[in-house]
């Protein structure tokens, strides 16, 4: 039996394989240019993982293991580029970096913490990483300028213990926190700061002489390493940070 996801792999384009390949991508292009890219990318994944999961042979299934990319670009980039879209002018650039290789490697680690004891462990050991796996830059139709970013933070618990037979047991466990923040700039001739918008965890304003800055985020405990964001809490955000802006009254002449 032919290998069908191998064959769905050789049908896309090479800068395709690439980004299956590496699980990064980065640069700018218009919504509907990211759409042709990247669509193409997200239905091999879903191909791959449906015979990962529900059948396939040995050989397909450790292929799609092997070329597997997270469900974050098909679940959450994706869908989030057509909404973008129809804020944006139509030939307007969208800046994205995208890392989708996971947060627990060396060059993401912030901290280490110094060995410790806890219960029956003798050894404890918490290393913390930060992700910023999703950011985006853009301008919209009404000249404002809107940067997202998505981090993971992870806590990384390493223990060590000896039982009774005298035996060293040793395990890992990860916890994983979700930060959105969402920075809108709207110029001043066409904005002003304004009451009223509904309560954040993280929000900031910042009014300069030609723009004001609108900085609003937040932090999700997630369930388990694979919970994704949510996209209607970006999109949230981006709606709070316009809340606290309002259309700046011109004065007559």
Known sequence: MANRVKQAFNALSPEQQ???RARRFSGARTPDEWLALLGPVAEYDRQADKLRTEGGGFFERRYARKTDIPN?????ALP???ILREDMEADAPLELWVDLTGPLQSPKAVRHSEPYKKGAYRKVVDTFYDDPWFQSRTRFADGSQLQFAVIDHV???FKEKRNPRGKIKRKTKNKKKIEMTVTLTVQNRLYAPAGGARDLPKHKLKPSEKHTKVTVGGTLVAANMDQLPRLESLIELISGAYERVAPARRKKL
């Open 18 to 20: 690439d980004i299956v």
């Open 72 to 76: 974050s670009l098909r679940k959450f």
């Open 80 to 82: 989030l580029l057509p």
């Open 155 to 157: 806590r990384s618990t």
